[in-house]
């Protein structure tokens, strides 16, 4: 018996042998797996300086004055978050789902992956949260070639449990939702919930949360824009784990996973979305600053689309939602009789000029378009590229009820884009620069030039202020001293020009004697005109210059007709200066630069300069008074005038509080503003079309109280509207000891509140 014992142990012993010895070999094979691949053997593994500073491409925020984020620039729309500000039920709805036993494992889950590998795979995931955060940060999606896979794995596991190590399961949490892409723009939790809900993490609801978690699985497959049904079905799933790890009562459950998915879809791009003209600003402004400001440490220039800058503009996001609605809502209506007025019109939307003058303007388009420089690239004759412009092809173009699919050839849509109204727009506070409203034209996408920094247009009757005020303060006139409004002559070689000058006011009437305040209310041609033969040119052109114009006005007479291309952003600097008593503050649009770690990278420095007395300043506020008095800016208090008029501006706007404001109109109606302040707050607007030879008929409808005016009466509605923002109806501070007379004799109503604005009859080159 012993001896069969003996045998049986004999004939086993080389089966034990090799199996000790398989396992030995296998464990050991294994092992040193790993550490071929930590040490980096099967391809680089991640520095501790790596691991503790994992590359990512964070968006740049632009972050306004009232602590919104405006827009962003990124190759990724990716903005960290801190767990803090992550809602309770996301994270239980992504443990619950993702990694039941995330705080019991130290990186790698041996119990799901033995589940796994029992399974082939084909029940369960071996990947905790930490595993998949790896393959994220480091090597992204998971090979399909089963070799290379099992080597990726081993990394994942590598890094995961260093992860662990390195950072807290609170961080990991944090940085697993920063990096995920949701798809649609939307990378990281942040930028998922402002592009589908507009909202922040902490503002998501339960089912919203879990709509998010579901998506993780497969973000293109459970994408809300194209596979609905598909989405609440996985969010739905999501719910059910959360019941199962006791985060939702069976009540809770069957209650959100019953709610609809209500998407308030607002993709993040960068010619959509708020302040589009001034984000394309700051990105010049920001290209230009980062090549003058090197990175102290490592030297280089900073990247605006993967540094993760913060950038703190002086934008007040609620007033430029204000701003853009009130352009919307009056340009739309405006559009609507310009297109009816040139219905007759064969040459629309051009008026006197040529057929050659209308097929060059045509054909600078053509060659300024982006359809040109692409063909020219590629090597294509001019004659082929024009012969393109007259092929028709679907297109999507542009209109005031939305974008509409059409089909038209590329010269159509050309002539058709030139019968649009454009517009600048830009308001500021007077005593410390900053910019608070940007609007650059009416749509970024199809419209891209900024008629607020970039484009100088003629300003009409806006430029005399700066002609009154020059008399008052070299003249020591006051607003209450007279003049003759009479017929005038300013003979040939006075001031150098070459031939007699006899401006003449549009309406053919002269008033006689009338007050330097009734002369500016009404914008009488022939009152500028002699205040300028008083002071001279030069005066008049070194005064703008000290009010920040940047222009290369002439010094000729004309220009006190208003002759003169500026910009809106100019424009509103020097009108500012007067409702900051004669103290000039330059433009400000950002406040400072932080790094993504909140090291402050700039700050701006104030740059004023005194250029008129308090009181020569004062004195043009109560000119500008009497224009929103009596003159042509009545309309922001009464308002008047027939059916149509009243269906395109949205009078009356029944303002109260004292205003100063100019309107403006430049020759042939080509041009109108309307440039108006409180204490607080200088707003310029101008309205026009791209080409000046595209305008209205009538002074009516193409002039600055009809045009421009309406867009700042309804912006300030909507700002008084908000109490938070605290925009003054006080009076302007008088200075003490005013030795200039302000207080003239004032008609106790409006005589003529649909007062027409006098257009330039001057126009001379530069």
């Given at each position: 018996m012993a001896q069969n014992n003996k045998n049986q142990k004999e004939d086993f012993s080389p089966y034990v042998k090799k199996f000790w010895k398989f396992f030995l070999y296998t464990f050991g094979g294994i092992i040193l797996f790993f550490l071929f691949a930590?040490?980096?053997?099967?391809?680089?593994?991640?520095?501790?300086?790596?691991?503790?500073n994992p590359n990512s491409n964070v968006a740049t925020e632009i972050i306004s004055s009232d602590g919104e984020t405006i827009g962003k620039f990124y190759l990724e729309n990716r903005t960290p978050i801190k767990y803090a500000?992550?809602?309770?039920?996301?994270?239980?709805?992504?443990?619950?789902?993702?990694?039941?036993?995330?705080?019991?494992?130290?990186?790698?889950?041996?119990?799901?992956?033995?589940?796994?590998?029992?399974?082939?795979?084909?029940?369960?995931?071996?990947?905790?949260?930490?595993?998949?955060?790896?393959?994220?940060?480091?090597?992204?999606?998971?090979?399909?070639?089963?070799?290379?896979?099992?080597?990726?794995?081993?990394?994942?596991?590598?890094?995961?449990?260093?992860?662990?190590?390195?950072?807290?399961?609170?961080?990991?949490?944090?940085?697993?939702?920063?990096?995920?892409d949701f798809v649609n723009t939307a990378v990281g939790i942040r930028s998922a919930a402002k592009v589908y809900f507009g909202k922040e993490p902490k503002d998501l609801t339960v089912d919203e949360a879990a709509m998010f978690v579901g998506?993780?699985?497969?973000?293109?497959?459970?994408?809300p824009i194209r596979r609905m049904e598909k989405v609440k079905e996985r969010r739905n799933v999501v719910l059910r784990q959360m019941e199962k790890n006791d985060f939702l009562t069976k009540e809770k459950k069957e209650y959100y996973q019953n709610q609809p998915i209500v998407l308030k879809f607002t993709p993040e791009s960068h010619v959509e979305g708020k302040a589009t003209y001034f984000r394309e600003y700051l990105r010049g402004f920001m290209k230009k600053w980062v090549k003058e400001n090197p990175k102290k440490e490592g030297g280089g220039e900073y990247d605006i689309y993967r540094d993760g800058l913060k950038i703190y503009t002086t934008i007040d996001s609620r007033m430029?939602?204000?701003?853009?609605?009130?352009?919307?809502?009056?340009?739309?209506?405006?559009?609507?009789?310009?297109?009816?007025?040139?219905?007759?019109?064969?040459?629309?939307p051009f008026i006197n000029i040529t057929s050659d003058e209308t097929r060059k303007i045509i054909e600078r388009s053509m060659k300024n378009s982006e359809r040109w420089r692409i063909m020219s690239e590629k090597g294509i004759s001019e004659d082929q590229i024009k012969k393109s412009f007259d092929v028709k092809a679907k297109m999507s173009i542009f209109t005031w009820k939305g974008e509409k699919d059409t089909i038209m050839t590329p010269r159509d849509s050309i002539i058709y884009y030139k019968h649009f109204l454009q517009t600048g727009v830009m308001a500021m506070e007077p005593h410390t620069g900053y910019v608070k409203v940007w609007v650059g034209g009416i749509n970024y996408k199809h419209f891209q030039y900024d008629h607020v920094a970039q484009g100088a247009r003629q300003v009409g009757s806006t430029f005399k202020?700066?002609?009154?005020?020059?008399?008052?303060?070299?003249?020591?006139?006051?607003?209450?001293?007279?003049?003759?409004?009479?017929?005038?002559?300013?003979?040939?070689?006075?001031?150098?020009?070459?031939?007699?000058?006899?401006?003449?006011?549009?309406?053919?009437?002269?008033?006689?004697?009338?007050?330097?305040?009734?002369?500016?209310?009404?914008?009488?041609?022939?009152?500028?005109?002699?205040?300028?033969?008083?002071?001279?040119?030069?005066?008049?052109?070194?005064?703008?210059?000290?009010?920040?114009?940047?222009?290369?006005?002439?010094?000729?007479?004309?220009?006190?007709?208003?002759?003169?291309?500026?910009?809106?952003?100019?424009?509103?600097?020097?009108?500012?200066?007067?409702?900051?008593?004669?103290?000039?503050?330059?433009?400000?649009?950002?406040?400072?630069?932080?790094?993504?770690?909140?090291?402050?990278?700039?700050?701006?420095?104030?740059?004023?300069?005194?250029?008129?007395?308090?009181?020569?300043?004062?004195?043009?506020?109560?000119?500008?008074?009497?224009?929103?008095?009596?003159?042509?800016?009545?309309?922001?208090?009464?308002?008047?005038?027939?059916?149509?008029?009243?269906?395109?501006?949205?009078?009356?706007?029944?303002?109260?509080?004292?205003?100063?404001?100019?309107?403006?109109?430049?020759?042939?109606?080509?041009?109108?503003?309307?440039?108006?302040?409180?204490?607080?707050?200088?707003?310029?607007?101008?309205?026009?079309?791209?080409?000046?030879?595209?305008?209205?008929?009538?002074?009516?409808?193409?002039?600055?109280?009809?045009?421009?005016?309406?867009?700042?009466?309804?912006?300030?509605?909507?700002?008084?509207?908000?109490?938070?923002?605290?925009?003054?109806?006080?009076?302007?501070?008088?200075?003490?000891?005013?030795s200039i007379k302000v207080d003239c004799w004032a008609p106790k109503k409006v005589v003529d509140s649909l007062a027409v604005e006098e257009p330039t009859t001057e126009e001379f080159d530069f």
């Open positions: 930590s040490w980096g053997l099967f391809g680089a593994m991640p520095s501790f300086d790596e691991l503790e500000d992550l809602p309770d039920h996301l994270v239980k709805a992504l443990i619950a789902t993702e990694d039941e036993r995330f705080y019991e494992h130290s990186g790698i889950d041996s119990r799901g992956t033995l589940r796994a590998v029992l399974s082939f795979g084909g029940s369960g995931g071996a990947s905790t949260l930490t595993q998949q955060l790896a393959k994220l940060l480091f090597h992204g999606e998971g090979s399909k070639f089963l070799p290379l896979r099992i080597v990726q794995k081993a990394k994942e596991w590598i890094i995961a449990t260093k992860l662990e190590r390195q950072y807290t399961k609170q961080e990991i949490i944090a940085m697993y939702l920063n990096k995920a998506m993780l699985k497969n973000p293109w497959y459970f994408n430029q939602q204000y701003a853009e609605e009130a352009v919307d809502e009056h340009l739309a209506n405006l559009q609507e009789e310009f297109f009816i007025q040139q219905q007759k019109n064969e040459n629309a202020p700066f002609v009154y005020a020059a008399a008052i303060e070299q003249l020591k006139m006051s607003p209450c001293d007279s003049i003759y409004d009479s017929p005038f002559t300013m003979p040939k070689g006075r001031y150098g020009i070459d031939a007699d000058w006899t401006p003449k006011n549009s309406s053919g009437n002269y008033r006689g004697l009338v007050t330097l305040k009734s002369a500016l209310a009404n914008s009488i041609n022939t009152v500028s005109a002699k205040l300028m033969d008083k002071v001279g040119p030069h005066a008049v052109v070194d005064l703008t210059k000290k009010l920040g114009v940047s222009s290369n006005i002439p010094e000729r007479p004309a220009i006190a007709l208003g002759a003169v291309e500026i910009t809106v952003s100019d424009m509103v600097a020097a009108y500012s200066t007067f409702a900051n008593q004669g103290v000039y503050m330059k433009p400000q649009v950002i406040t400072k630069i932080e790094d993504k770690n909140g090291v402050v990278l700039y700050e701006s420095v104030p740059e004023s300069k005194d250029v008129l007395s308090k009181d020569v300043s004062y004195a043009i506020i109560k000119l500008l008074e009497g224009v929103t008095e009596s003159g042509s800016g009545a309309r922001l208090r009464y308002g008047s005038g027939g059916p149509t008029y009243k269906r395109v501006t949205g009078l009356p706007y029944a303002f109260l509080n004292p205003i100063a404001g100019k309107t403006g109109t430049s020759q042939n109606n080509s041009d109108g503003w309307f440039i108006g302040m409180v204490p607080n707050l200088a707003m310029g607007v101008w309205v026009g079309n791209e080409d000046r030879s595209a305008h209205f008929k009538n002074t009516q409808m193409g002039q600055g109280a009809t045009m421009a005016l309406p867009i700042w009466g309804l912006f300030m509605k909507k700002c008084y509207a908000d109490d938070k923002l605290n925009v003054s109806q006080k009076p302007f501070e008088r200075p003490a000891n005013l």
